[in-house]
């Protein structure tokens, strides 16, 4: 009996108690989707990841321009920001800090502290969140 109760405790430290909720959205050749870690009610991290499809190799060696700019100009110490290339498209991963944004970033980037608010939201904007 020990060793379970003993192994439960280790999962629960090991994966953590915080919750997880998924929001996708597919539209066309985009392809958005949003990993929001909360405790309670209160986001504690949101990590997006956004996926550009092209028809050609050489529509999506155009758009390498576009998402050097995009990581260059939202470069902040709150944001982990990065893209890669594979084959015909690009994968731009964004990496939030909420605790330490500002009310004012919050706002630019459409986000919230608040789960249900954020959900909702996102929800308005198409995403499905499960």
Do not use: P, R, W
Request: charged share 30%; aromatic share 8%; hydrophobic share 25%.
């Amino acid at each position: 009996m020990k060793k379970i109760i003993i192994t439960i405790s280790l999962l629960f430290l090991l994966t953590g108690c915080s919750n997880t909720i998924t929001c996708k959205t597919s539209k066309g050749t985009i392809t958005e989707t949003y990993k929001i870690k909360y405790d309670n009610n209160a986001i504690t991290n949101i990590m997006t990841t956004k996926i550009y499809k092209f028809d050609t190799k050489e529509e999506s060696n155009n758009y390498e321009g576009i998402m050097k700019h995009t990581v260059l100009s939202n470069k902040n110490e709150n944001i982990e920001m990065s893209y890669k290339k594979k084959k015909k498209k690009y994968i731009l991963t964004q990496n939030y800090n909420i605790e330490k944004l500002t009310d004012d970033e919050l706002n630019q980037y459409g986000l919230s502290k608040n789960k249900d608010e954020l959900i909702k939201y996102l929800e308005g904007n198409g995403l499905t969140c499960k």
